[in-house]
């Protein structure tokens, strides 16, 4: 029996979006003004990948018993995901970070995961809300709502930079070592969260999940980037060269072609889920695409080199931007799906 495909989403970037993306943001503007209103009060999550840059500042928060949930410049300017709450906070959304644990295996993660979202439903009353993932955060959060029985509290999931179809970095760190890929952070990244994102185990999960993802009543989409070598943050430099040589266009970790996933999920009785793809909308790594200016020049982004200190802030902007224009619409949106 057929049904009419219920509202879909429709994220492209057009000219005049690029444009929007590139104007700075001028928190002045917001000072004396009410906050806009956005089309629906679900909370925003952003969810982290693999390892987070930000885990000391996070451990100390935790430590001494400070709200998960509270921002200070201080720790938004340092997080994971680089002022994008506070960014997202001032045009009115109801933001939250979620932490699960460090470089662990996914059925781990997506089980803190679950945990983190409770808490959040509690906190905000809400019944459901919407997820922003990067990378691996992608991956723990489809786990999440198919193992861990969420699909209900979730509204939409989008991804950034997700290996769905694991990544040959992954599973070259499995055979030859972490080290050979990602030199010192070996010290810190074990095995378990490395296997997760082999090739192997995300085809045995989409596979697995696939039925569920199909006709639950979660939105999903995902967004891909790619950089040149000589632009990618340099301890991802070797990975990016056995991504090239295996899979192609590349951010350093994880290639193009694994972060689109997939263009539809078919379910075994026929129904059909659209899943929308877009395409970052400047070259961006893997740790640009969670909103850290080229790491690479960031010595020379001081008070003593305006032009490079004006071109880290206008990058971090337009990251800002992107993930403000994907709160925006999501806000409001309805699963697409065929029978």
């Known amino acids: ?116 979202i409770s808490k959040i439903l509690d906190k ?12 691996m955060g992608g991956l723990d959060a489809r786990r999440m709502i198919v193992h861990e029985n969420m699909a209900d509290k979730i509204a939409s999931l989008t991804t950034i930079g997700t290996p769905h179809w694991g990544t040959s970095v992954a599973d070259f760190a499995m055979k030859y070592g972490i080290d050979k890929v990602i030199g010192i952070l070996n010290k810190i990244i074990n095995l378990e969260g490395i296997k997760s994102c082999t090739f192997a185990d995300c085809i045995a999960f989409n596979e697995s999940a696939r039925n569920n993802e199909a006709s639950n009543e979660v939105v999903y989409q995902v967004y891909y980037s790619s950089q040149v070598y000589h632009r990618t943050f340099l301890p991802f430099q070797p990975a990016w060269k056995i991504i090239t040589e295996k899979e192609g266009e590349n951010d350093g970790l994880i290639s193009v072609k694994s972060q689109c996933w997939t263009p539809m999920l078919v379910s075994d009785d026929g129904t059909i889920k659209i899943v929308k793809q877009h395409k970052f909308p400047i070259p961006a790594d893997h740790l640009d695409e969670m909103g850290w200016w080229n790491l690479n020049e960031l010595h020379k982004a001081g008070w003593w080199n305006l032009h490079a200190l004006r071109e880290k802030n206008h990058h971090e902007e337009i990251i800002k931007n992107v993930y403000l224009k994907i709160a925006r619409e999501v806000s409001g949106s309805a699963v697409s799906k065929v029978k």
């Open 1 to 116: 029996m057929s049904q009419e495909p219920r509202k879909t989403l429709n994220f492209d970037f057009g000219e005049k979006d690029i444009q929007e993306l590139f104007r700075p943001f001028d928190p002045e503007q917001f000072a004396n003004a009410k906050l806009p209103k956005v089309d629906t009060p679900l909370p925003i999550v952003l969810c982290h990948g693999i390892a987070r840059p930000d885990y000391l500042i996070d451990s100390i928060f935790r430590t001494l018993n400070l709200s998960l949930y509270d921002f200070s410049f201080v720790s938004d300017r340092f997080h994971y995901f680089r002022g994008i709450a506070s960014h997202l906070k001032k045009h009115g959304f109801e933001v939250y970070h979620t932490s699960v644990s460090f470089a662990a295996g996914v059925e781990r993660r997506a089980k803190d995961l679950r945990k983190e």
């Open 124 to 135: 905000s009353g809400e019944e459901k809300l919407h997820i922003i993932a990067h990378s």
